[in-house]
């Protein structure tokens, strides 16, 4: 087979199997490990298949999201890991946005000593943490609620922050890979993320290493439209490789 056709019948093997292993795929296509290798390379570059440990399975397409509560039960030394370094870019008299999210609630007992900060958020849950600090200036955007998320989302939101200066906004991704960008299965929560891109002086997407090679039905931006990435260094090598290869500042951190 021409490596087409190849990379055509990995995919088929994959639809059947979901995950697959090098030595499995060499002896299934009675080809070197090499080929193999670099026909998960090119898949992977497509944003078709992701590379795990030993082998590889496809991407997989986010239908719906888990609840806040779900959510926050997650992943949860890797959140406090990128939610550090993240506060770490906080100056004082800065005015930041913090995207609905559990990673941003994680962030909200390292800013507390912030002098002067001003922060901008749809999450209800942060506002509920930060009324107790009345040093810090805090608004909330406002808009449609989803219960689900403990947020604002929607046209009304986005419509609020036409009319705000953020000198950084952190915002989140339910799912990311570097074909894709940024997506979600949730329409209403993209207008207001898109609007983000453009009124912050810089843009930081805080994500998960879990939800690389996901993808949900709308696209939110492509990673170049960011201008940090931060996520856990359990991001497999070649992903990483990818990114950094467009020039997306990519920053990755070690969870405790």
């Not at 590379?51 to 039960?73: D, F």
């Not at 990673?103 to 942060?126: I, R, S, Y």
């Not at 705000?164 to 979600?184: M, P």
């Not at 492509?222 to 990114?243: G, K, P, V, Y």
């Amino acid at each position: 087979m021409i490596p087409d056709q190849r990379r055509e019948h990995i995919l088929k093997l994959l639809q059947e199997r979901h995950v697959l292993s090098i030595n499995e795929l060499t002896s299934m296509l009675s080809v070197s490990h090499m080929t193999v290798r670099r026909d998960i390379q090119a898949l992977e570059n497509d944003g078709r298949v992701l590379s795990v440990t030993g082998g590889v399975r496809l991407a997989a397409r986010l239908k719906s999201e888990p609840s806040y509560l779900a959510k926050a039960q997650l992943e949860v030394p890797a959140k406090r890991a990128i939610s550090k370094a993240a506060s770490e870019l906080v100056r004082e008299n800065f005015t930041i946005f913090l995207d609905a999210g559990t990673t941003a609630l994680q962030m909200v007992p390292m800013l507390t000593e912030k002098v002067g900060l001003t922060v901008v958020t749809n999450d209800f849950n942060v506002v509920g943490h930060l009324m107790e600090y009345p040093g810090i200036e805090l608004i909330h955007t406002g808009g449609v609620v989803s219960h689900a998320d403990h947020s604002s989302v929607g046209q009304f939101t986005a419509d609020f922050l036409r009319r705000v200066n953020v000198d950084l906004a952190f915002i989140a991704s339910s799912s990311w890979d570097v074909e894709r960008g940024s997506t979600t299965p949730s329409e209403q929560k993209v207008v207001a993320k898109q609007q983000l891109l453009r009124i912050a002086s810089k843009s930081v997407l805080t994500v998960d290493s879990t939800k690389y090679g996901k993808f949900g039905t709308f696209r939110v931006a492509n990673l170049e439209e960011f201008d940090l990435i931060i996520t856990d260094d359990r991001l497999s090598q070649s992903a990483a490789e990818a990114i950094q290869s467009r020039d997306i500042q990519l920053r990755t951190v070690s969870p405790e």
